[in-house]
């Protein structure tokens, strides 16, 4: 109740790090306009990678995307596997594909007594585009959308369970494009996140960020959620 959650201790940070690579330049792309180095997209990028379920190296678990989590669409109506959505996003490539792991939430999700809890993620299965109807392969029951409920989209795809992907500590882990990560030892708090960009005109990616102190392993970046009761009411 609010009364217990005026005197709950504030939240320790978490001690989980993150570290990004590119892979070695490959052979099939000397004819591409970018040099021959590891990053071997064509666009710009900011990948977001972000933790999905709490834990440490051996049970979190992670996403990612490569628009930095942009991709997202207000839910207006459930029923089953049937989400109804407010837009499809702005085109094809900033839109929704047969496939693709997407997160549903709302407001209780990112704003309730533990802020910042994961939404539950779902594969598509088929896309209505004339009634705005997404279909999951598995039917959507906890999302209520009276809460600003969302559909939000991700690129993991190898791996990839409606529990996130595995941190495999002390591995290397390919995103795509030439790029890795890797995650040190620790405890990794839900929503936390570590955004990566990458450059095609130097083929690499901005790793360590910039403005960081330099080390190859960086800790995360969270959005801090204060709540503050008014009143306790015996």
């Given at each position: 109740?609010?009364?217990?959650?005026?005197?709950l201790p504030a939240k320790v940070a978490a001690s989980g790090?993150?570290?990004a690579q590119t892979t070695g330049g490959s052979s099939d792309c000397s004819c591409q306009p970018t040099p021959s180095a590891g990053y071997r997209g064509l666009e710009n990028q900011l990948y977001r990678v972000e933790i999905h379920k709490a834990g440490n190296q051996?049970?979190?678990t992670f996403k990612w995307s490569r628009e930095n989590g942009s991709v997202v669409v207000a839910v207006t109506n459930i029923s089953g596997a049937?989400?109804?959505?407010?837009?499809?996003g702005p085109d094809a490539n900033l839109g929704f594909q047969v496939g693709q792991w997407v997160e549903l939430s709302d407001d209780s999700y990112l704003f309730g007594p533990a802020p910042n809890q994961p939404g539950e993620l779902f594969q598509i299965q088929t896309i209505s585009a004339?009634?705005?109807t997404i279909t999951m392969t598995g039917p959507v029951a906890q999302i209520d959308t009276t809460r600003n409920a969302r559909l939000r989209r991700w690129e993991q795809s190898?791996?990839?369970t409606p529990n996130?992907?595995?941190l495999s500590a002390g591995s290397w882990l390919?995103?795509?494009n030439g790029i890795q990560v890797r995650f040190g030892a620790g405890q990794f708090v839900s929503g936390d996140y570590w955004l990566i960009p990458a450059r095609t005109a130097s083929g690499q990616i901005e790793w360590p960020p910039c403005g960081s102190n330099g080390a190859a392993f960086q800790p995360p970046n969270r959005i801090q959620v204060a709540r503050a009761p008014l009143a306790c009411i015996h």
């Open positions: 109740d609010c009364c217990t959650e005026m005197y790090t993150l570290s051996a049970t979190a049937d989400v109804v959505v407010d837009s499809r004339e009634h705005l190898v791996s990839a996130g992907v595995a390919d995103l795509e």
